[in-house]
């Protein structure tokens, strides 16, 4: 963007902004003529359906037309302008032209004055977003209905309303040559560690690209281990969620445009927990949440763990079942293996169609697509019944932890050929390779498996299990190590009940 000097001709001043809109339509004008004495021409610019039109009028328009100025020096008018006559909330003097331009595709108004070299900038943008709703991927049995919508301030809005504390802290930046989209980082100062808080600016700062449309933007651009398939940056369109991440000394990274807020860093153990574990009675939610480790570890071993014992480890499976699966395979043309990966590729294609498709009917085509399916291929003697059990069964695991789509559907193949080349050895290497990469993992210097990878009540109080709430004192160490303390055991309430 060009930049230009504002000149005291109100003319060639509008000449210079038209310059940089030529040929679009949506730039409006209005000549004003302000009550100084003499009369001063004047102009309003603002683009046609990012302002809103109703709010410039009544509180720019009116007073100005029926304001009452003295006859001053021109150094003043600006400031009597603001100070007397204008009776918007949000306005300022502005000289520099690349932020007048910005502030036009914002959505802001222009006033631009005969014989100043500065501009009032009032924000009049048009509330141009969809009403607070549940988020579709998050919805809970139990707790807020509340979800984040595209626009930052209402967003920063839902945080506010949940952490009413002056330590709850906003830095604002912009990122993307073209798009200048504002970022904000939030935390709570009390409690974030300084050492990770300068790591996310540093990244943040480092971005040159020339725009960002969405968060996962970010995401991609500033994560640690780019080449792995797991993610070391979460993020939820929850406010809820954000908030209990905030109090347990983690980062929000708000982008405008996008509801999904992020969060580092980012743990594996957070793949299996959501929200309405934190509502629910701890027993129900440590049995549920247990039940998702247990899926995503079927997930990825089902189809390994059948094709090996099928090709290599016979002897492992009880006779009557050895015999069903082989009276079941008789006329089957493809190999076990090929077999799996025929059924897995179909069941992904079908889950990717229902997901596109509009929600009624991709239901309907999930569900119908693979019962007939795998009905007329078990007919045709294309693939045995006991796969379609194996790939059902696997794919069913797998929306036990709808985020770890990515890396099980890369390490369920993974597994699989080496469960079809080296049997339950080959499958158990695998295991032992995931393990071993996970634990290399860090997520802005803190361990990925953390706190996994120790055992102790502290250590697994909020992992495979949810611990109750009297019993959750402290926050993680190597992410909060300034405040860990997070209740006074002495005043959570009795843990057995009235005396």
């Not at 009403?131 to 945080?159: C, H, K, M, W, Y």
């Not at 500033?222 to 939820?236: C, M, N, Q, V």
């Not at 079941?328 to 229902?354: K, Y």
């Not at 498996?449 to 160490?477: F, N």
């Amino acid at each position: 963007m060009e930049p230009f000097q504002l000149s005291p001709s109100l003319d060639e001043n509008l000449r210079l902004v038209k310059e940089r809109f030529s040929g679009d339509k949506a730039l409006h004008q209005r000549i004003l003529i302000l009550p100084f004495e003499p009369p001063v021409p004047a102009a309003l610019l603002y683009l046609d359906g990012l302002t809103n039109i109703e709010q410039i009028n009544r509180f720019v328009v009116e007073p100005l037309l029926q304001g009452e100025l003295a006859e001053i020096g021109t150094e003043k008018r600006m400031q009597q302008l603001l100070g007397k006559i204008i009776v918007h909330g949000q306005a300022k003097c502005e000289t520099q032209s690349s932020s007048l331009i910005l502030s036009l595709l914002s959505g802001d108004t222009l006033l631009l004055v005969d014989g100043e070299t500065d501009a009032l900038v009032m924000e009049a943008a048009s509330p141009l977003t969809r009403p607070i709703q549940e988020p579709d991927a998050d919805r809970l049995v139990r707790g807020p209905r509340e979800g984040f919508t595209e626009s930052l301030s209402i967003n920063l809005a839902l945080l506010r309303k949940r952490i009413k504390q002056p330590e709850l802290k906003f830095r604002y930046m912009e990122i993307g040559e073209r798009t200048h989209t504002k970022v904000c980082i939030s935390y709570l100062e009390d409690v974030v560690s300084e050492k990770i808080l300068q790591e996310v600016f540093r990244r943040l700062e480092a971005i040159e690209i020339d725009g960002i449309l969405d968060s996962g933007y970010l995401q991609e651009l500033i994560k640690d281990a780019p080449l792995s398939p797991f993610e070391t940056i979460g993020y939820s369109e929850r406010p809820d969620a954000i908030a209990g991440k905030l109090l347990e000394g983690r980062i929000a990274i708000f982008v405008d445009g996008s509801p999904a807020v992020l969060t580092v860093p980012h743990l594996f153990v957070e793949y299996f927990q959501v929200s309405g574990d934190y509502y629910a009675n701890y027993f129900t939610a440590s049995f549920n949440r247990f039940l998702r480790f247990l899926g995503g570890l079927l997930s990825i071993s089902v189809p390994a763990i059948y094709v090996a014992l099928v090709t290599y480890n016979q002897e492992m499976i009880p006779t009557p079942l050895l015999l069903s699966i082989s009276a079941s395979r008789m006329g089957i043309p493809f190999p076990t293996v090929l077999e799996a990966v025929l059924m897995i590729v179909i069941f992904e294609i079908l889950r990717e169609a229902g997901k596109r498709i509009p929600a009624p009917i991709g239901q309907t085509v999930s569900i119908v697509g693979a019962l007939v399916l795998g009905q007329a291929a078990v007919n045709a003697r294309i693939v045995s019944a006991p796969m379609v059990i194996v790939v059902a069964l696997t794919g069913i695991s797998g929306l036990l932890t709808v985020r770890l789509q990515g890396p099980v559907f890369l390490f369920r193949f993974l597994f699989l050929g080496l469960g079809a080349f080296m049997g339950l050895y080959g499958y158990l290497f695998g295991l032992i390779g995931l393990l071993l990469h996970l634990m290399s993992i860090r997520s802005f210097g803190v361990i990925y498996m953390e706190p996994l990878h120790s055992i102790g009540p502290e250590s697994i109080g909020d992992t495979i299990i949810r611990a109750p709430w009297w019993d959750m004192t402290v926050r993680m160490k190597r992410i909060a190590y300034r405040n860990r303390i997070r209740q006074n055991p002495g005043k959570g309430g009795s843990r057995h009940g009235p005396h």
